[in-house]
C-alpha cells in the first residue's frame, strides 16, 4: 500500500507521471488467522522479499528462536517413529521475558526477541541484496519471465521490518 502526498501527485499530472502505484488503505487485502501462543508474524516490505524466499525467513526465525530459548525442541521428541531426527518445537518457558523490554540482556541493540529477530531478517536480506553470486526470489522470476536478461544476485531497495511474538495471557 502507499498513499502518495497530495503535493506529489500533483507534481506527477503536471510533468505526466501516473498515480498508478497508489493504493488506499481501503485496497489493502484483508485475512484472518488464527494464532496461538509462541507464533512469529513478520510485516516486511519488498526489499526482504525479493531477496529472501519463506524458507530463508523460516530458518532465520527458527536459529534465533531456539537460541533465545523461546522456541526448545522436547528431547523426547527429537526423534520421529521412523528414526529420522524431528523438527517439531515447543515454547520455551521463558517466551514472555524474552518479549519485554531488557528479556534479552545480551544485546543491547535487540532488547526482546521480536527486535532480534528482526535485526537478523534486515540484516539478511541487506547482504543478500547485495550479493551478486545470491539469487533471491526477485532475480529467479526474471530469470523465469526474462531469460535473456541474464539478471543476477540480490536486489536492492528498501528494506524494513515489523515483528511480532504472540503471548498468550497468562502464560
Known amino acids: 500500500l502507499s498513499k502518495i502526498p497530495r ?14 502505484f497508489s493504493e488506499l488503505p481501503q485496497q489493502a487485502d484483508i ?4 494464532l496461538r501462543h509462541g507464533d512469529v508474524i513478520i510485516f516486511a516490505t519488498d526489499g526482504v522479499w525479493d531477496n529472501l524466499n519463506a524458507s530463508d525467513t523460516l530458518r532465520i526465525v527458527t536459529n ?6 523461546a522456541w526448545v525442541q522436547p528431547s523426547d521428541a527429537s526423534r520421529s517413529p521412523e528414526g529420522k531426527e524431528s523438527h517439531e518445537v515447543i515454547v520455551g518457558n521463558s517466551l514472555r521475558n524474552l518479549t519485554t523490554i531488557g528479556g534479552i540482556e545480551r ?3 535487540a532488547p526482546t526477541v ?3 529477530l528482526a535485526l537478523a531478517i534486515v540484516g539478511e536480506a541487506k547482504a543478500a541484496s547485495q550479493d551478486l553470486r545470491r539469487d533471491g526470489p526477485f532475480a529467479r522470476e526474471v ?29
Not at 485475512?31 to 488464527?34: A, I, M
Open 7 to 20: 503535493r506529489m501527485l500533483a507534481q506527477q499530472s503536471i510533468f505526466g507521471g501516473s498515480s498508478a
Open 114 to 116: 521480536q527486535a532480534l
Open 107 to 109: 544485546n543491547s541493540l
Open 64 to 69: 534465533h528462536m531456539r537460541d533465545a530459548g
Open 31 to 34: 485475512s484472518n488467522h488464527q
Open 143 to 171: 530469470q523465469r519471465w526474462y531469460p535473456g536478461e541474464n539478471y543476477r544476485g540480490g536486489k536492492v531497495d528498501d528494506i524494513c521490518v515489523v515483528v511480532a511474538v504472540v503471548v498468550e495471557e497468562g502464560s
